[in-house]
């Protein structure tokens, strides 16, 4: 691991703790030339999975791209940035245990919607309205319904 402040390669981990349940190890490193502290993080290599777009398009899969929308749909509510990247994080590991290489954007958007009416209706119900395309208010109505039942 290159040291970002002086590239050297030679460095030693002082501290190493698991995170993201267990998913992912976080490193602190000491360069042994300048003495910079940095930050590395090591995960499981899994398979690229592809995102088969509403228009037949495909991409491969981006949890940035997940956690982008949460955001959008959490905007002004009571969920943490770090209850999103755990939503996301959680998504991202059902869709590799599926152990498909193509998943759609259909199917995504769906596992985001149970997540979301788990942690917070409102985000739900705005995260529905663009995923669903609602055409007018009375499918958005339609929907605040099932979601009272």
Do not use: W
């Not at 267990?22 to 910079?36: I, K, N, Q, S, T």
């Not at 969920?79 to 590799?96: F, N, W």
């Amino acid at each position: 691991m290159k040291c970002p402040k002086c590239s050297n390669e030679e460095n030693k981990v002082v501290d190493s703790r698991s995170v993201q349940d267990g998913r992912a190890v976080r490193r602190r490193r000491e360069c042994l030339h300048c003495a910079e502290r940095f930050t590395t993080y090591e995960y499981i290599e899994t398979i690229t999975l592809t995102v088969i777009k509403s228009d037949n398009r495909r991409e491969p899969f981006d949890q940035q791209k997940v956690i982008h929308g949460i955001k959008l749909a959490c905007h002004k509510r009571p969920v943490t940035a770090k209850k999103i990247e755990a939503i996301a994080a959680e998504i991202e590991s059902q869709l590799q245990e599926l152990s498909k290489i193509e998943v759609t954007s259909k199917y995504i958007g769906g596992l985001v919607m149970e997540k979301l009416k788990e942690v917070d209706e409102v985000a739900y119900v705005r995260f529905a309205s663009v995923y669903r395309k609602f055409a007018d208010t009375g499918e958005f109505l339609e929907e605040l319904k099932r979601l009272l039942k």
